[in-house]
């Protein structure tokens, strides 16, 4: 029988962890032959991920430039990848969430009539503009998939709400705990001896990430206005920040948040430090979408600075707790879980919503079994609340 060749393709680095599994879990299948393509949208971030869990690009658009626009991107990839696509032939292209590289990878592969899958389909905040220009890109994606594969129920309803037909859609459950559960480590020691030096156990710590696009200007500004007060009220909590390297985000944290005592300004961390680090929190506050997925797993209280989220099984769960971008929000949402231990316990429950580290298999036995080269349809992944 010939072999299913499957291409992915992705870019930044929240895409990297959450793709590199599911390339490790399509090496293992001899039905399949493996094609990795990087965009390099991100470039070092990307780069920290691909060398952690080992994979070996086929191809490398190293389109990273600083200072480019969406449009730059766009281009770029399209134009790109129309040579490899036109090279390999790939019987299917996998993309992944909702970044440019996403939404253009898929237009790609439509454009020469070479099938799409969706990895972590189905995510919808409701507004095309937050998260922006992700919000869009994951709509427009998957208008253009022949399969998605949603992480939850959530997920799957949405899609069929969009008009997407329900035995083009298999619920997997997300790869991003497949990666978690492969690099967390309770005797973890940090390359940082900051991070090390650290008392975890006798001091609260805050991690805390910040960079995405429509938080720019005045609400990351409110945003670190209220940690750096939230600290001045909170002598015993410590903050470990690991800045953006985009330059307008790192001279705002440094101007508002560089003089304080207990706020750690660090360069970003690769994803198994990082990780680790979340491991060893007693709060994070975020505007990640991924860290919403992440740290649920590890039973951690997240405060999401934004307005909505595409993510609301953990908010359901009780894990996630949505508070906006004013200072005020943060403030009183910080100073709560910090100084109330039955609201903290209420959020500490580890749940565990986004998956059981066996979603890269399910995906790729949906792959098969779409293909026709396995005859039962893989089980869909149910929410577990632990």
């Known amino acids: 029988m010939k072999k299913l060749k499957v291409m992915t393709i992705f870019g930044t680095r929240p895409e990297a962890i959450k793709m590199c599994p599911l390339v490790k879990k399509l090496e293992e299948y001899k039905e399949i032959e493996s ?30 430039q600083h200072g480019q626009t969406i449009t730059d991107i766009t281009v770029k990839v399209l134009k790109g990848l129309e040579e490899v696509l ?8 996998l993309v992944h969430g909702d970044t440019s590289t996403t939404f253009v990878g898929a237009l790609a592969a439509f454009y020469q009539k070479i099938k799409v899958g969706h990895v972590e389909a189905g995510l919808r905040s409701g507004n095309i503009y937050s ?16 399969i998605n594969f949603a992480p939850t129920e ?7 709400k969009a008009g997407v037909d329900k035995k083009d859609i298999f619920i997997t459950g997300n790869t991003v705990i497949d990666a978690l559960l492969s690099v967390v480590k309770e005797d973890y020691v940090f390359e940082n001896d900051l991070l090390n030096n650290i008392d975890y156990k006798n001091k609260k710590v805050v991690v805390m990430t910040c960079h995405r696009r429509e938080n720019w200007g005045k609400p990351m500004e409110d945003i670190f206005t209220g940690v750096k007060e939230l600290c001045e009220e909170n002598k015993e909590i410590e903050v470990v920040f690991p800045v953006h390297l985009n330059p307008k985000i790192k001279e705002l944290a440094n101007n508002i948040l560089g003089d304080k005592d207990n ?22 506050l975020t505007d990640s979408g991924g ?8 039973g ?12 609301p099984e953990a908010e359901q769960a009780g894990t996630v707790k949505v508070i906006g971008v004013t200072k005020e929000n943060i403030k009183a949402e ?8 039955n609201e903290y316990k209420k959020m500490e429950n580890a749940v565990n919503p986004y998956g059981d580290g066996t979603a890269a298999q399910r995906t790729v036995e949906a792959l098969l079994y779409y293909f026709g080269q396995k005859n039962e349809r893989p089980q869909d992944y149910k929410i577990h609340l632990l």
Not at 86 to 93: A, F, M, Q, T
Not at 334 to 341: K, S
């Open 291 to 298: 860290i919403q997925e992440e740290a649920p797993s590890l």
């Open 300 to 311: 951690k209280p997240i405060l999401v600075m934004r307005t909505e989220t595409e993510r």
């Open 35 to 64: 094609k990795v393509c990087l965009t390099a949208q991100h470039r070092e971030m990307l780069d920290m991920v691909v060398k952690l869990f080992d994979v070996k690009p086929d191809y490398d658009l190293n389109v990273m």
């Open 131 to 146: 998260p922006y220009p992700e919000e869009m890109n994951r709509k427009l994606t998957s208008n253009l998939a022949n």
């Open 154 to 160: 959530g997920n799957y309803n949405n899609l069929i």
């Open 263 to 284: 706020i750690h300004l660090i360069e970003p961390l690769d994803y198994e430090p990082f990780v680790n680090l979340l491991n060893k929190a007693y709060l994070i």
């Open 334 to 341: 910080a100073n709560l879980l910090l100084n109330n231990d």
């Open 86 to 93: 036109n090279k390999e032939k790939p019987d299917i292209v």
